[in-house]
């Protein structure tokens, strides 16, 4: 198997946070929607520590949920949240193509959430989620996936959510 070095998982020490602990705070900005990671910033350890935002990160916390889950009778739903009164703030529904199921919720918001960022002048963006399932698949299960068309090693089967996992990842 393939190591790959994983840059989709949230590393506090890497890129700006040369000087920095863990972040302090998420903020939000009014003026753009977004909420952006506040460090604290030390540069010599005899001085007082400033503060520092990363403002080529934003942040969006995501969810999904599924009414029925499991059952014919499924229905799911998202939520993207950017911050208070944010115009990039979104959910809904998901469409009836769509499978109905709390996990392809969870992939749908991410979708929706990469969408609001797409245009605005941001590096990256921090994610935040409960979903296991989807850290997981898009961190340590992504590559394998790709390699096997998302079979799922050993079986015959694809993988469950393949379709959004895949639309997922061409997003990122």
Not at 14 to 43: H, K, M
Not at 79 to 106: I, K, M
Not at 122 to 142: A, F, N, P, R
Not at 158 to 165: C, L, S
Request: aromatic share 10%; with cysteine; hydrophobic share 35%.
């Amino acid at each position: 198997m393939v190591e790959y070095e994983n840059p989709r998982i949230y590393n506090p020490y890497r890129g700006n946070a040369v000087y920095c602990r863990e972040p302090e705070e998420v903020i939000y900005d009014e003026s753009t929607e977004l909420a952006y990671l506040r460090y604290r910033w030390v540069e010599d350890r005899r001085r007082k520590p400033r503060t520092l935002t990363d403002r080529g990160q934003a942040v969006v916390a995501i969810d999904g949920a599924c009414r029925g889950n499991g059952t014919v009778d499924a229905r799911a739903a998202y939520g993207v949240y950017f911050g208070p009164d944010s115009s990039l703030n979104a959910y809904g529904l998901l469409p009836w193509d769509e499978r109905q199921t709390s996990q392809n919720a969870e992939i749908y918001a991410a979708r929706i959430a990469l969408d609001c960022i797409e245009d605005l002048e941001v590096e990256g963006v921090t994610i935040i989620t409960d979903s296991s399932y989807l850290v997981k698949g898009m961190t340590e299960h992504i590559h394998e996936w790709l390699e096997n068309d998302f079979c799922s090693s050993g079986r015959t089967c694809r993988i469950v959510n393949a379709d959004g996992m895949r639309s997922l990842n061409e997003a990122i």
